[in-house]
């Protein structure tokens, strides 16, 4: 029998969870379109993760620069760094893998719409001024920054702008104390910018391991970010192409940019769903089931917009979670426990599993195993970074639930501990295990005697 739709699914947002699941649903068979409205790849790729990290790349150079001369190497001139050649080079990177995903979403056999998308109904959705039916609807569309409403807001930008800035300015002021201000905030600092980083609480990263947080705290400072914590901005003027920056502490601070990292939003507004049984949180996300169904049956969502767990690795699981109950055995599940994650300050972090804190609760008798120590590049390189790694380990069962690591390579590090990790694996697995010699990862497995 003729299928009444137009689509079997239909994709409103091709970001990292969008575009995976339209190309899987795709590659079962199924007649797929995905709509985007702005860029492909969606955050991770256009503003988020990846230029995010190409630009964490260009901040480290100082230091390696500084560490090479202990190796032997001399430079006939100071190195100069140039705004535009960095900003530019990863517009052109962008625009590269914008045009892959294009190919892998036409290879897929997906319908792609350039446009915005909007939701008429359970089975119809609207895009450049046509209408199509659809047995399922999954909404995408992720988030969006937020910056709240005070005196001076305007002249305020948020994490979005960052990437496509005219000048680098010669002071900043980025406000936040989650992982996207701690990031931009070490990433102008290492592009020689004078860095403000202000936030109203007393600890950056707070949902993080405290003891890991303040290592992060005291290492961006050593660095050189200033930091003004338990502090809120009241206002902020413009005044001779600069912008002042007032304080509920009496402070004004003069900086060429405001950068506010203060959260972001799930993006909903305008998109229809109130043409559906969907209730909307408070603050604009989707509430959905185990199978990520909404209220309303026919309509899926999935990523940031859903408000669980905010990284591309998660949105990119989730969709091959849903194709699988949609299209597939249903077998496929997503576990949001233990997911490794890294924040890209500077000293870089890694964690999986529980902080201490968390660990403390959940378990009636824990041991923590630290260890804290000079990195090899330092002693000839000559630099202050030091690096922090911690174990969790819960004593009745002696499983590992918290691993964390601060200092170089941490990202990298931690992958690896995140697969331990997932595995159950126990202390004695970990004792077992044969170093690597030298690195900064062995010390994880000869920790032997626990901190307290
Ligand atoms: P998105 O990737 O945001 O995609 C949603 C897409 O939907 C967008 O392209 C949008 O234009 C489109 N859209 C919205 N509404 C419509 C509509 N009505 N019609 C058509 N199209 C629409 N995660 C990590 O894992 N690691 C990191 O290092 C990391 N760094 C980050 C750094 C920054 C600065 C930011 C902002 C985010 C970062 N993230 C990181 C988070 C990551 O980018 C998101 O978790 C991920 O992109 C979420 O994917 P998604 O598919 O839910 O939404």
Redesign the pocket.
Known sequence: MKDQFDYDLFV???????VRAARMAASKGKKVAL?????LG???VN???VP?KLFVYASQFPEQFHSSQGFGWSQSSQPTFDWATLRDNKTTEIQRLNSIYESLIDNSGADLFDG???VLGPNSVAVNGMTYSAKVILV????WPFIPDFPGCEHAIS?NEMFFLDELPATAVVVGGGY?AVEFAGILNGLGVDTHLVYRGANLLKSFDREMSDKITAGMQEKGVKLHLNTQITSVEKEAGLFNVNTDRGETISSGLVLYATG?IA?TSG?GLENTQIELRKDGSIPVDGHFCTTEPSVYAL???IDRV????V?IQEAMVLVDHLYGRGEAKIDYDNIPTAV?CQPEFGTVGLSEEAAIESYADIAVYTSDFKPMLQTLGGGNDRITMKLIVDKASDKVVGCHMVGEHAAEIIQGMGIAIKAGATKADFDATVGIHPSAAEEFVTMREPTR
Do not use: H, M, W
């Open positions: 409103i947002g091709a970001g990292s969870g969008g709509a985007e409205e702005r860029y969606g955050t991770c503003v988020g993760c995010k915005r998308a909007t995408a569309t992720g988030g994490s996207i972001r993006n998109l990523g940031d917009v905010q990284l591309t690795p949105a890209f």
